[in-house]
């Protein structure tokens, strides 16, 4: 029975087979098309950083994707991948541009395509109903699909000359680091730059300040009026007439009061200083943000928190369980900006009804662009925490090939490939437990050289 029940099922398999071959049954190779084949026009757009951007030169214009090549912009790439993910639609939105347009709210999900060239990242392109979006030059573009072909011979017909291997691929960050001491608090720089190969660093035991005229050092100055002091931010430029030097705003004149100031955070406009006042009946903290164009000036005070917030449709702000009720964000000035989690935070110094504690209150509005140009996290805070637990701040460069992440005792480069962070730093930098982040300024492509030898010429100028 058993030999008779062998013989049955030979013979059902060989008729399985024989019919494969009769019938020419073969396995499709999987579809590798991305979701974004084709040409896509741009139809609308919306400004991140203003409410309207007029004369929009890229409204009508073509991108193309293809499995091999991409053509965005007058640039054209190679070497092309595709990875796809869905996510919240609004939250990611808000998360990427600060707000959410009208024709975007309720978006529950949505897919997000990053593309890469060389396991370099080039663009994040959102997919919704019925088209696509793109950010380029702080724009939120809106596309829709023109043609269910890609451009062919994209060099001749677009007029350009070489098809890129993603050419952005350098960048680098200016990192201020500040360290408080017993005396105060002292500052430097380090110049953080990755090549697409490696990741280097060097070291200025100063703040270096990039801003769109030159380079300036940046120094606390601490005078002594008989046994007081009072300290000053002075800023050098370093690019003009080393002499030339620009003041900060005027403290206090009591002659029994020590004014100590720390910065907690600078960019290429604006300034953020916490200011310690310390006598014998006397003890106050205070911040304020500034232009640092205007800070030295008579009657230019602190800008308003509505300034430097991205928000723009809300005037008031209360905190219930810390007694904080601000009525007018444009009126008040009280505000400074600090690192929390990867991010700038906006922060103030409060205390309650009654009490002579002063606690910082976090104000959980958006850092104006206008006041931090780059200020996002390639990777979730959540995602970094994952891969480094004891992380307290983290920095990604904007064409999202290196994260810079901070813990208490060292500083680590990473390098970005495929869309996630190495597994282990390129680069370690030892801190000492109490250094903190107060400066963040990124050089991308050929800025990259330029700052390089900025900092290079700096370190043999000082030896």
Not at 45 to 54: D, H, K, L, M
Not at 112 to 127: A, D, F, G, P, R
Not at 286 to 307: P, Q, R, W
Request: hydrophobic residues 35%.
């Amino acid at each position: 029975m058993k030999r008779l029940i062998r013989i049955l099922i030979t013979f059902m398999l060989a008729l399985i087979l024989t019919g494969c071959n009769k019938f020419n049954i073969e396995v499709k190779k999987p579809n590798n098309d991305s979701i974004l084949k084709g040409q896509w026009q741009v139809k609308n757009y919306v400004g991140i950083t203003e409410e309207e951007v007029f004369n929009c030169n890229l409204l009508d214009s073509k991108v193309s994707f293809s499995n091999e090549e991409v053509f965005m912009f007058d640039k054209a790439y190679k070497n092309i991948t595709y990875k796809a993910k869905l996510v919240n639609g609004e939250q990611y939105i808000y998360n990427t541009i600060g707000f959410i347009p009208d024709y975007l709210k309720d978006t529950k999900e949505v897919e997000v395509v990053t593309i890469s060239s060389k396991n370099t990242y080039l663009k994040e392109v959102i997919v919704i109903d019925k088209g696509i979006l793109v950010i380029q030059d702080d724009v939120l573009l809106y596309l829709e699909k023109v043609d269910d072909k890609p451009m062919e011979n994209i060099n001749e017909k677009t007029g350009v000359d070489e098809i890129a291997d993603s050419e952005e691929i350098s960048n680098g960050v200016l990192i201020g680091i500040k360290d408080k001491t017993d005396e105060g608090f002292t500052y430097k720089t380090l110049w953080i730059s990755y090549d697409g190969k490696k990741i280097y660093s060097k070291e200025v035991p100063f703040l270096l300040l990039p801003r769109k005229n030159g380079f300036f050092k940046v120094s606390i100055h601490r005078e002594y009026i008989e046994n007081n002091y009072k300290d000053n931010i002075e800023f050098v430029f370093l690019s003009g007439n080393p002499s030339e030097k620009q003041a900060d705003l005027k403290v206090s004149k009591e002659p029994n009061i020590n004014v100590s100031k720390e910065i907690n955070f600078i960019g290429n406009d604006y300034i953020s200083i916490k200011i310690h006042e310390q006598g014998e009946d006397h003890r106050a903290e205070k911040v304020g943000t500034y232009l640092i164009d205007t800070m030295n000036m008579e009657g230019k005070g602190a800008v308003s928190l509505g300034n430097i917030s991205e928000q723009k449709n809300i005037t008031k702000f209360n905190n219930e369980a810390q007694g904080l009720h601000i009525e007018d964000i444009n009126k008040f000035t009280d505000v400074s900006i600090k690192r929390n989690q990867g991010r700038w935070q906006i922060y103030t110094v409060h205390s309650k009804k009654d009490e002579s504690i002063e606690n910082n209150i976090n104000i959980p509005l958006k850092v104006s662009k206008n006041v931090a140009r780059y200020d996002r996290l390639f990777t979730s805070w959540q995602g970094i925490k994952n891969q480094v637990p004891s992380a307290e701040d983290a920095l990604s460069s904007p064409n999202k090939n290196m994260t810079i992440i901070k813990t208490k005792s060292s500083l680590y480069g990473y390098k970005i490939e495929d869309g996630k962070i190495s597994e282990s730093p390129e680069l370690t930098i030892s801190l000492n437990g109490d250094e903190e982040i107060v400066m963040a300024e990124w050089a991308m492509a050929e800025f990259v050289g330029y700052w390089t030898e900025q900092v290079n010429s700096l370190l043999k100028s000082s030896k």
